[in-house]
């Protein structure tokens, strides 16, 4: 079955230091590949999504994203995080199977940046 | 142009009733789908709308149901609501034929508090 991991629960990072979250995935086919972030009381928005071509996959917010078949992983990165960024961030995997398709999401990776 | 609107944003039932929510799509989006966020098993697909048919469901049992109208608004009902129900249910309208190829925008929620 098609899953996500997100190894890391936390995370906090100094305002302007450079930031990588982990995204692990489990899937069988070519994967689609998307990173969400979700704001204190906010619903997700969409920060960048991989379907195929280039592995290094640029998003709003300066956030980019690199996939790697070989590690089955999708990290998002920023070099230089803004208070601003404090969110919980969510990787996820388009799933398909009979009759269905929708997305399987992580646990989530909550980001906190410090002064 | 307006985003995801869901209503109501907070709601509190007892255990054994029923609740219906509501979601209004972006305008011009025809496919809406609803999300289950929960602490516990963090955010899972629960069903998916496009031209008033249910496309895709999740795993849900099905005191979980939902409906798409003509003009793209979308309710889901959850009967003889459980503790476990307790959840933020995140709706998001996509401009396509739905699927997780088609960008999805969310909405903000709403929280639901089963006592």
């Known amino acids: 079955a098609q899953s996500v991991t997100q190894p890391d629960i936390h995370i906090t990072v100094s305002e302007g230091a450079s930031l990588e979250l982990r995204c692990n995935y489990s899937?069988?086919?070519?994967?689609?590949l998307f990173w969400y972030v979700q704001s204190p009381g906010q619903g997700l928005q969409l920060l960048l999504k991989y379907f195929s071509g280039d592995t290094l996959v640029q998003g709003i917010k300066g956030f980019e994203a690199e996939f790697k078949r070989s590690q089955s992983s999708f990290n998002l990165r920023k070099p230089s995080v803004h208070w601003s960024d404090a969110a919980e961030y969510f990787c996820?995997?388009?799933?398909?199977?009979?009759?269905?398709?929708?997305?399987?999401f992580g646990t989530g990776t909550r980001l906190l940046v410090s002064p | 142009k307006a985003g995801v609107t869901q209503t109501p944003r907070y709601l509190i039932k007892t255990r054994g009733q029923q609740v219906t929510l509501s979601c209004s799509p972006i305008?011009?989006?025809?496919?809406v789908s609803w999300y289950q966020q929960t602490p516990g098993q963090g955010l899972q697909f629960l069903f998916e709308?496009?031209?008033?048919?249910?496309?895709n469901k999740g795993n849900f049992p099905g005191r979980f149901s939902g409906r798409q109208f003509s003009n793209s608004r979308s309710e889901m009902n959850v009967s003889t609501l459980e503790l476990g129900d307790s959840a933020l249910y995140l709706c998001?309208?996509?401009?396509?034929?739905?699927?997780?190829?088609?960008?999805?925008?969310f909405g903000p929620g709403t929280r639901l508090t089963v006592l």
């Open positions: 709308y496009f031209s008033e048919t249910q496309r």
């Open positions: 996820a995997v388009g799933a398909r199977g009979t009759g269905f398709q929708k997305l399987v």
């Open positions: 305008s011009g989006h025809r496919s």
């Open positions: 899937y069988g086919a070519t994967p689609y």
């Open positions: 998001a309208s996509s401009p396509g034929q739905g699927g997780f190829t088609d960008t999805q925008y």
